[in-house]
């Protein structure tokens, strides 16, 4: 009943914010936005999505290649500091926040921007280091800035999750909302974006995650112990599984955690009574985890997105520089 109540108060509040902004419009950049974002909280691959896309962009246009000439914006969740970041690749996660630090790791001539104030950090993009193209990491319910570009990445297996807003479910908006996006990416190999897409009349492309034994695990192939504290980390046990890995155990903690020096230890520890012969974490924890003193070996699990039809999207942005 609680739920009910909540999920109602939720739905009415967030009905307000997007109407207010289809009526009133965001603040137009002078370059090209392209906003990369989901209906749903947590684990659709907008991170890995995101520093695919800006490999993309560089490869094919070469007035995106140069230093900063891509800028991604970023609200930082989870960070400590609330004032504008620019983020270098030596930064403390607690200031850039975890997500902008790894995609400024993965992606080195990118300009990566942590500020709450996406106007603000686009303005500053612009007039201080000449971005030609603006990404907006998480961007789909980010109204005050105007995109060209509106990319939603959804779950093949279950796109609208349990179909309840939050806090009931998983859904940040109605299904309705999707009717603002220019483009459906399926994260996945099942089917069920498809029939999303085809509904509402948007185009869909499909991305598949590739994963792999991490480098150095490989010759061991004993049991492993996971580390993780991503949101939706039981899919972190079904990739170890799929590696053929044998999972004797899982430490797990809420998204963006900062890893104390205790916790970290206690993982050890526990990962040897269960005879594991190492620890596997993601690359998002791996930016939480600066140093690692543990008698186990530390391995992260090399996670990345391919875009079958990237011809097509590209041509679409080509249209927009």
């Known amino acids: ?28 950049a002078p370059v090209p936005v392209i906003s990369v974002g989901n209906i749903t909280v947590g684990g659709n691959g907008k991170t890995p999505f995101t520093i695919e896309l800006v490999r993309l962009l560089s490869d094919r246009f070469e007035s995106l290649r140069g230093e900063n000439g891509i800028a991604i914006l970023s609200r930082g969740y989870g960070r400590r500091a609330k004032d504008l970041c620019v983020v270098q690749t030596d930064a403390d996660f607690k200031e850039s926040g975890d997500e902008p630090l790894l995609i400024k790791r993965n992606s080195p001539s ?28 998480d961007g789909f319910q980010h109204r005050p800035l105007a995109r060209d570009l509106d990319i939603v990445l959804l779950d093949s297996e279950r796109p609208l999750g349990n179909g309840h807003l939050l806090p009931a479910g998983r859904l940040r908006e109605r299904p309705a909302a999707l009717n603002r996006t220019d483009l459906i990416v399926s994260v996945g190999q099942e089917g069920a974006a498809e029939a999303i897409a085809l509904k509402i009349g948007k185009p869909l492309m499909h991305a598949t995650t590739n994963t792999s034994v991490p480098e150095g695990l490989a010759s061991r192939m004993g049991p492993v112990y996971l580390l993780t504290a991503i949101a939706r980390s ?10 053929k890995l044998n999972v004797v155990g899982h430490a ?7 890893f104390s020096g205790k916790e970290l230890d206690t993982a050890d520890q526990t990962a040897r009574k269960l005879g594991a012969s190492a620890i ?23 996670f990345r997105i391919s875009l079958a039809e990237s011809d097509q999207l590209l041509s679409r942005v080509e249209g927009l520089l």
Request: charged fraction near 25%; hydrophobic fraction near 40%; charge should be positive.
């Open 1 to 28: 009943m609680m739920l009910t109540l909540a999920e109602k108060i939720y739905g009415s509040l967030s009905g307000s914010y997007h109407r207010k902004w289809d009526k009133r419009g965001g603040w137009k």
């Open 110 to 137: 990118a300009l990566v921007i942590a500020y709450a104030n996406r106007v603000e950090s686009a303005r500053f993009a612009v007039e201080h280091f000449g971005a030609k193209l603006i990404i907006l990491d």
């Open 234 to 243: 039981s899919r972190v046990r079904q990739t170890a599984e799929d590696m």
């Open 252 to 258: 797990r903690f809420r998204d963006h955690h900062a």
């Open 280 to 302: 596997l974490t993601t690359s998002k924890d791996m930016i939480r985890i600066p140093s690692w003193h543990g008698n186990l070996p530390l391995f992260e699990i090399p």
